[in-house]
Nanobody
Framework: QVQLVESGGGLVQPGGSLNLSCVAS????????MAWYRQAPGQQRELVAT???????NYSDFVKGRFAISRDNIKNMVSLQMNSLKPEDTAVYYC?????????????????WGQGTQVTVSS
């Protein structure tokens, strides 16, 4: 069984910073792409940033220049450094991983999600 556990959310003033982390654990053989998504109240979940196993990154336009995604392949961890936060960044942030698990000689590749961490930007 695979678990993704996020941490680092909270309340921050506009212009402030937060660092989110997500650690994957379980019968993991390999982690391919990792990503952060977010979902604001009444809105659809949207992609924030992605990172490949080789650390190639991609960002949605609304966070370019403000957020930075990174990963540690040894620790099975992905992070999101969020700077210059705005009230419109308020949302639940979710970690996502495309990964391969192994059970004996059987391999399975699937999409996994964390439980989410709340980020609130308010004065």
């Amino acid at each position: 069984q695979v678990q993704l556990v996020e941490s680092g959310g909270g309340l921050v003033q506009p212009g402030g910073s937060l660092n989110l982390s997500c650690v994957a654990s379980g019968s993991i053989f390999a982690i391919n792409n990792m990503a952060w998504y977010r979902q604001a109240p009444g809105q659809q979940r949207e992609l924030v940033a992605t990172i490949t196993r080789g650390s190639r990154t991609n960002y949605s336009d609304f966070v370019k220049g403000r957020f930075a995604i990174s990963r540690d392949n040894i620790k099975n961890m992905v992070s999101l450094q969020m700077n210059s936060l705005k009230p419109e960044d308020t949302a639940v942030y979710y970690c996502n991983a495309d990964l391969t698990t192994r059970s004996g000689s059987a391999f399975y590749t699937g999409d996994y999600w964390g439980q989410g961490t709340q980020v609130t930007v308010s004065s």
